[in-house]
């Protein structure tokens, strides 16, 4: 089935959506991105786009920090989205990718003084991470400090970031890496955020290890308060804490709830999905796909009936 992308203002084939060799965000990175689930629920014959709202929202204010002029609110950015997603007629999971971009096509480094624009695709991509549960390394590469480059935004320049750590990992035998902040405390995986369950708490990075505050995380925050009554504290985490804690586990729009089974070597808790992370697991997916109805909220359907 084809697929289509919202691009230089109107809805055409994935194929002609096409850029000029010398667009600024090519050469530069000068582009922020957001990635979007779509949710194929079979017994309803619908689509649900995942937190929709939120996801543009931070994507704005992701273009404050490059500069860019969005030529869209948040509210037409929803629609746009919800009518290409239409108009691609997927019956199964799929990934929205949003871009904003720095459409000049001009050489120099620099923000002022270039055109903007905004494109959206949306493709099937079932399963980010394609096991059941991930063995994970420290990496060698550290989270960039906001001053170096803000990881509060989706900005695509950082991202090579992400591929050293990824490409590191899998080369000496893993599946995903975890980034230490500058100062040396736990961030996040290569793509994802990262929990552990210690004492019958959630425990995750704070704001301040460099973390990108993802909406994934933050269902997982609002899910085990409500539904499991479990706490969440979000503080500095030691690297140590990594191998004795009694779950792990990855957050991630891609990702959705991976659990950690080992990280350098050392079997995290029984080695399988713990307890908590089992519970938060199920929830979240009933949740992405409209099946519980205290959070229909977060889930924009798609396909007219």
Known sequence: ???????????????????????????????????????????????????????????????????????HSVDELCRITIDVVEKCGFKEDIYIRPLAYKSSEALGVRLHDLEDDFTVFAIP?????????????????RRPDDNVIPPQAKMAGIYINSA??????????????????????????????IFLV???????PAIYNNI?????????????KNELDLETVERSIVRSELYTADECFLTGTAAHITPVSEIDNRKIGD????????????????????????????????YKK
């Not at 582009?31 to 543009?56: D, K, M, P, T, V």
């Not at 995903?176 to 040396?184: K, Y």
């Open 164 to 193: 050293l750590t990824k490409t590191e990992a899998m080369q000496n035998g893993y599946d995903e890496g975890i980034m230490l902040s500058p100062d040396g405390h736990v961030s996040e995986g290569r793509g994802e955020n």
């Open 125 to 141: 991509w079932g399963r980010y991470l394609d096991m059941d549960s991930a063995r994970c390394s420290v990496s060698s590469w």
């Open 198 to 204: 210690e004492d019958g708490r959630l425990i995750t």
């Open 212 to 224: 990108l505050m993802g909406i994934t995380r933050d269902t997982v925050i609002t899910l085990a």
């Open 271 to 302: 080695s399988g999905i713990g307890p908590a992370t089992a519970k938060l697991q199920k929830l979240y997916f009933d949740v992405i796909k409209g099946n519980n109805a205290r959070y229909l909220d977060w889930c924009t359907p798609v």
């Open 1 to 71: 089935m084809p697929s289509y992308a919202y691009f230089q203002k109107k809805i055409v084939p994935l194929a002609e959506a096409r850029i000029n060799v010398m667009t600024h965000a090519l050469h530069y990175g000068t582009a922020i991105f957001e990635g979007i689930r779509g949710n194929w629920n079979s017994r309803q014959e619908q689509i649900f786009i995942f937190r929709l709202r939120e996801h543009y929202e931070r994507l704005t204010d992701g273009c404050k920090l490059l500069k860019i002029s969005l030529p």
